[in-house]
T-cell receptor, first 115, second 114 residues
């Protein structure tokens, strides 16, 4: 069974600094997608960034980037120039590229941003 | 372009009761997935509906059932509610066949069981 592990229940970062959230996953598939979702107190799950496993280049979306290490099954999220609005729960998620399969989520990391 | 909408936003029930949660997918989407998110946990997949049929199911008992209507909206029904059913229930929509597109989530329904 596929599993996603986020080993950091909580993290904090000073405003304008950089923080990295960790995620590892376990799968026997070779083709899959990885996602980072943000869940603020408003509860809506917002897609931050996604990575396709067959692409070696790490995905980047403005201040958000990932470090995708396929052999190590690692998928970390780097947030640069952190802003107060980045404070939220962050979930790493996995989905195999076989049909419209559901997402498998980690337990999340709560990120606090200190002004 | 309307996103995923869920109703109600918050619901309080007692043990043994039954509840129905509703979801309207994002415009253009035809597939609806339901997730349960217990406090302090990541979302867990309940089931997925496409073409008015349950296509995939997670590890949830038969007390959890659903339905999809011709307009692609969906309902989640939970019978014989238990205290452990207290959670945030998230609906996500997508377009079948568009595997490279992410699911879009609604704001969820917070279900509290007393």
């Amino acid at each position: 069974a596929q599993t996603v592990t986020q080993s950091q229940p909580e993290m904090s970062v000073q405003e304008a600094e950089t923080v990295t959230l960790s995620c590892t996953y376990d799968t026997s598939e070779s083709d899959y997608y990885l996602f980072w979702y943000k869940q603020p107190p408003s509860r809506q799950m917002i897609l931050v960034i996604r990575q396709e496993a067959y692409k070696q280049q790490n995905a980047t979306e403005n201040r958000f980037s990932v470090n995708f290490q396929k052999a190590a099954k690692s998928f970390s999220l780097k947030i640069s120039d952190s802003q107060l609005g980045d404070a939220a729960m962050y979930f790493c998620a996995y989905r195999p590229n076989s049909g419209n399969t559901p997402l498998v989520f980690g337990k999340g990391t709560r990120l606090s941003v200190i002004a | 372009d309307a996103g995923v909408t869920q109703s109600p936003t918050h619901l309080i029930k007692t043990r043994g009761q039954q509840v129905t949660l509703r979801c309207s997918p994002k415009s253009g989407h035809d597939t609806v997935s339901w997730y349960q998110q217990a406090l302090g946990q990541g979302p867990q997949f309940i089931f997925q509906y496409y073409e008015e049929e349950e296509r995939q199911r997670g590890n949830f008992p038969d007390r959890f059932s659903g339905h999809q209507f011709p307009n692609y909206s969906s309902e989640l029904n939970v019978n014989a509610l238990l205290l452990g059913d207290s959670a945030l229930y998230l609906c996500a929509s997508s377009l079948m066949g568009e595997r490279n597109q992410p699911q879009h989530f609604g704001d969820g329904t917070r279900l509290s069981i007393l």
